[in-house]
């Protein structure tokens, strides 16, 4: 067997060596031309996208914040009344002020309308009354009775804006209540990565803001207290009075300890999150509790005639037939 013949021409297998390495250096060059890598492109794309989302969300934010301005003007007509009746002793009242911060509504503004209000509401409910009575009831009674009766009725227009604030501070609790345990399981993050206090704050008040507008914008105006007010102290009691909830005050108490003992606040932080969880807990198992009592009305006043009648029914169709 001749082994010679199976081995290559040396030339032949140099050349085909240079043609394999020439092909593949014209590959390497090449490569990056043909196959271009996008991820700086797209990492481009994603900063520029992020960039226009700050920017959107930075115009809504000076919307929002145009609309409920602190140093917004109240309404002409409503100053020209608190002025001409006297009130603006009223306006000084720290129950009134307090009352319209829980709900919500600060500022100059709302004070004045709410005052204006409470002096135009029973006027305009007893003329209504008094019209509806003479012109659509006509009742035989005397003028004087009808006109007492459309003061009885003019007299709870009075009570009429402080109602509607109780209800405003009711729902608005209510909605704190609920977003508070989160809200504290950020703050607890944002603390423990090393955050400080007032940077933690405005962290949690930018990321809760889209589950509880109430929440984000507390901690957000304590926030902007803690950065001017030479006290720190007073704007976390401000942030208790603001709310008027209990498991607030409870993490507004753990603060003013930590700033002034310098005691950790992670772990309280922890227990105050598990606490409020546990507190929302019971009040929905207490309204859970309270359901088949409230059901008990609509049970006996909807439910038992209709059942009656469907079981009584086929016995009288039966007996009179028979009779």
């Not at 804006?161 to 977003?179: L, M, S």
């Not at 976390?236 to 008027?244: A, D, P, S």
Request: net charge positive.
């Amino acid at each position: 067997m001749n082994l010679g013949a199976h081995i290559p021409d040396p030339d032949q297998l140099s050349a085909m060596l240079t043609g394999i390495a020439a092909f593949s250096a014209v590959v390497a060059v090449s490569w990056p031309y043909v196959f271009r890598n996008t991820l700086a492109e797209r990492m481009r794309k994603v900063e520029s996208e992020r960039e226009r989302i700050r920017q959107r969300e930075r115009t809504r934010l000076n919307a929002e914040k145009s609309k409920v301005a602190l140093r917004a003007e109240p309404r002409r007509f409503f100053q020209a009344i608190v002025d001409r009746f006297n009130l603006a002793k009223q306006a000084e009242n720290s129950d009134i002020l307090r009352q319209l911060s829980m709900a919500g509504y600060r500022g100059y503004a709302p004070v004045t309308t709410f005052l204006a209000f409470r002096l135009i509401a029973p006027i305009v409910l007893f003329a209504a009354c008094l019209l509806y009575i003479l012109l659509v009831l006509r009742p035989q009674a005397p003028l004087l009775a009808v006109i007492a009766m459309a003061g009885a009725m003019g007299s709870l227009g009075y009570f009429a804006p402080a109602i509607f604030i109780r209800n405003r501070i009711t729902k608005r609790q209510q909605a704190i209540r609920r977003a508070w345990p989160e809200a504290l399981d950020l703050l607890l993050i944002t603390v423990e990565s090393g955050m400080g206090i007032e940077s933690a704050f405005r962290k949690v008040g930018e990321e809760i803001g889209a589950q509880s507008p109430e929440v984000a914008e507390e901690i957000l105006l304590t926030t902007a207290e803690l950065s001017y007010l030479q006290d720190r102290r007073q704007a976390f009691e401000n942030l208790g009075q603001r709310t008027g909830v209990e498991g607030v005050r409870a993490v507004v108490t753990s603060l003013i300890q930590a700033e002034k003992y310098g005691t950790p606040l992670g772990q309280a932080l922890r227990v105050m999150a598990q606490e409020n969880r546990d507190m929302r807990m019971s009040e929905a198992e207490k309204k859970a509790a309270a359901l088949p009592p409230k059901l008990t009305v609509p049970m006996i006043v909807f439910f038992l005639p209709v059942l009656f009648a469907v079981i009584v029914t086929p016995a009288a169709i039966q007996i009179s037939g028979i009779q």
